[in-house]
């Protein structure tokens, strides 16, 4: 592939300095730059991305670790929107993932969704809607209240995607099992995070 350079390490004996680098090597074993069509940015680096245009309304997104999006609207292709509605939903995931397996195990399996459509109005995306789904059998009411807080505070806390939209997007996460049990005990409350 043109423009990916790779620095791969190779096991054997070595210094402090190179046990130092095969560890840096370890976090990023491929580090991919663009092709030399247009000149680096001064700002490149660390959390860089990119996309170059394919076609007409088509482009690749990429990445320094070497991986590729097809965008737009085409077969095989991923939409601006969708890959908003995506970075919501895996930095949520990513954010509650450590404190959720605390209390349902390292393996607990889980499934996050995103809705929303834009308004064809304003051109924008008026709310985000989050379903996140998880095996939560066995759990008592206590836990499952517990289990709702500790998620709505990961994800506040360290969603950084999250805390970069809102307030301008209302985004809320509906929990499923917690949520409509709690609405069914008839405590009057949605279970939809409020705005962050």
């Excluded at 190779?10 to 300095?17: I, L, V």
């Excluded at 700002?43 to 860089?48: A, K, P, Q, R």
């Excluded at 009411?141 to 997007?169: F, Y």
Aim: with cysteine; hydrophobic share 35%; proline share 6%.
């Amino acid at each position: 592939m043109p423009g990916l350079t790779c620095f791969v390490h190779a096991p054997g004996n070595h210094s402090d300095a190179d046990a130092a680098q095969a560890a840096r090597a370890q976090e990023a074993t491929v580090t991919s730059v663009p092709d030399d069509t247009f000149p680096l940015p001064e700002e490149f680096g660390e959390g860089s991305v990119w996309a170059d245009r394919v076609a007409q309304r088509s482009l690749i997104g990429r990445n320094r670790r070497g991986v590729e999006i097809p965008i737009g609207k085409g077969e095989g292709q991923i939409d601006p929107g969708e890959l908003l509605k995506l970075a919501l939903i895996g930095c949520a995931g990513m954010s509650m993932d450590i404190p959720t397996s605390r209390r349902l195990g390292e393996d607990f399996p889980l499934r996050l969704w995103a809705h929303g459509t834009s308004d064809e109005t304003s051109n924008r995306y008026e709310s985000v809607h989050e379903q996140i789904q998880l095996d939560l059998d066995g759990l008592s009411a206590d836990e499952l209240r517990r289990l709702r807080t500790v998620i709505d505070r990961s994800i506040e806390a360290s969603c950084t995607v999250q805390r970069t939209v809102v307030p301008g997007t209302p985004v809320d996460h509906e929990i499923q099992g917690i949520d409509g049990a709690r609405d069914a005990a008839g405590t009057g409350e949605t279970g939809e995070a409020d705005a962050r």
